[in-house]
Nanobody, 126 residues
Framework: QVRMVESGGGLVQAGGSLRLSCVAS????????MAWFRQAPGKEREVVAA????????YYTNSMKGRLTISRDNAKNTLYLQMTSLKPEDTAVYYC???????????????????WGQGTQVTVSS
């Protein structure tokens, strides 16, 4: 049974930083492309960062480029998202996701991801 558990969310002031983690179990982690998505109230789920299986190719959404670092530790079955200079508009539930689609480039479409975590709330106050 695949299980993905996010942690690291919370309340932070604008300009602050958070590091999200996602621990995966029940799958061969290094065969999956991974990504972080977020969903704010009343908005569609959107990809914020994605990484390929080996971790040498990454994608960042334009609205957060320069403020994010996605990384993975395949030995620990863990995906990370370092977020800096956070803004109130970054407030959302953040989800990690796993895709079995084999590509060297990161995968950015939600429909390509088969497994999802339960989400972690990130709230940025002004």
């Amino acid at each position: 049974q695949v299980r993905m558990v996010e942690s690291g969310g919370g309340l932070v002031q604008a300009g602050g930083s958070l590091r999200l983690s996602c621990v995966a179990s029940g799958l061969t982690f290094n065969t999956f492309s991974m990504a972080w998505f977020r969903q704010a109230p009343g908005k569609e789920r959107e990809v914020v960062a994605a990484i390929n299986r080996v971790g040498d190719n990454t994608y960042y959404t334009n609205s957060m480029k320069g403020r994010l670092t996605i990384s993975r530790d395949n030995a620990k079955n863990t995906l990370y998202l370092q977020m800096t200079s956070l803004k109130p508009e970054d407030t959302a539930v953040y989800y990690c996701a796993a895709s079995l689609i084999v590509r060297t480039i990161p995968i950015t479409t939600a429909s390509s991801y088969a497994y999802w975590g339960q989400g972690t709330q990130v709230t940025v106050s002004s």
